[in-house]
């Protein structure tokens, strides 16, 4: 089986760049990792591919997969019969935020 192109466009620390990189490690796919927080040029390019902002975007074989998680990653993959399913577990979570989107404490204040 050929492996695809894959360019995958990422922050170096957000959860959700982190289970995409999970996927493409358990299913041991090269990539190119494209760096959008310290490379302007990198995110610039993001942008004009996917005609969006947010990330991360992976462009699998020319095909601009724009603001997925490693599970849609992964669910593309599959279902393009681009890999073989199999039982390893991946490295991380393949669909959490960034630390900074995900949700807080709540605090509730009761009254008489």
């Known amino acids: 089986m050929n492996k695809p192109k894959i360019i995958a466009y990422l922050k ?12 493409l ?6 990539y190119e990792d494209r760096d959008i927080i310290n ?24 095909r601009m997969l724009a603001d997925v998680s ?3 990653v992964e669910a593309y993959l599959l279902a393009n019969s681009l890999v073989r399913p199999n039982e390893r577990r991946p490295e991380a979570p ?19």
């Open 12 to 23: 170096p620390t957000c959860g959700w760049s982190q289970g995409v990189r999970a996927v």
């Open 39 to 62: 490379d302007p040029a990198q995110r610039q390019e993001m942008i004009e591919k996917s005609g969006q902002m947010l990330s991360p975007c992976v462009e699998v074989d020319g």
């Open 70 to 72: 490693g599970e849609e």
């Open 94 to 112: 393949t669909n959490a935020p960034c630390a900074h989107e995900a949700p807080g404490p709540v605090s509730l204040h009761f009254h008489r």
């Open 25 to 30: 490690r358990k299913y041991d796919l090269p």
